[in-house]
């Protein structure tokens, strides 16, 4: 396997060049010419769910998270045009983890469709949260409700297991025991 391609030789040389449906496009940056970009971090992760005040209640109370805003968003020309969306009408909450945040939306118009997402489909499949003491955390959530895939999965250096919030996205809790592996 060369520069992270396949040992047939797919997807050789991507970071200079790769294409996807027809278009292609090129990096600027090698690994080692870090400088050039502006992007500090990932600042949240958005989640759809059906019911905002339901969906609070469970990434608070099971999960933890600090709620730092909710608000109502209709009739407003700049977020359509932010969002790509016509005469959009949704709640809205911003909740904050030690290092992270999640933004809840929860549209009314244009009426949403439930995806039923899979971890192996396309788009945002799961988002990870870390944790020290996998068992008694997923002991914790499970005894609020949490429905997990099975119980945590040792993989030697770690530890996960998926699970689901009250609206089918995915969440992963995942225990690093690694000094070597990337962790917050």
């Known amino acids: 396997m060369v520069d992270g391609g396949t040992a047939d030789g797919h997807l050789q040389g991507w970071q200079e060049r790769f294409s996807y449906r027809g278009q292609r496009f090129r990096s600027n940056m090698s690994s080692t010419d870090k400088g050039r970009t502006m992007i500090v971090g990932i600042h949240h992760i958005a989640v759809g769910v059906p019911d905002l005040q339901r969906g609070i209640a469970f990434y608070r109370d099971v999960l933890g998270f600090e709620v730092l805003s909710e608000g109502k968003l209709e009739n407003s020309p ?24 999640i ?47 099975g119980e945590p ?11 689901k919030d009250p609206f089918g996205n995915i969440i992963e809790i995942y225990e690093i025991r690694d000094a070597q592996t990337p962790q917050l």
């Open 78 to 101: 700049t977020a359509d045009r932010c969002i790509g969306l016509n005469d959009i009408k949704a709640e809205v909450a911003m909740l904050k983890a030690p290092n992270a945040y």
């Open 103 to 149: 933004e809840m939306w929860s549209y009314s118009d244009p009426a949403p469709q439930n995806l039923g997402s899979r971890p192996c489909d396309f788009g945002y499949p799961h988002f990870a949260l870390q944790v020290q003491g996998i068992t008694e955390e997923y002991e914790r959530m499970r005894s609020m409700g949490m429905e997990f895939m």
């Open 153 to 163: 999965v040792d993989f030697g250096t770690a530890s996960a297991i998926y699970g």
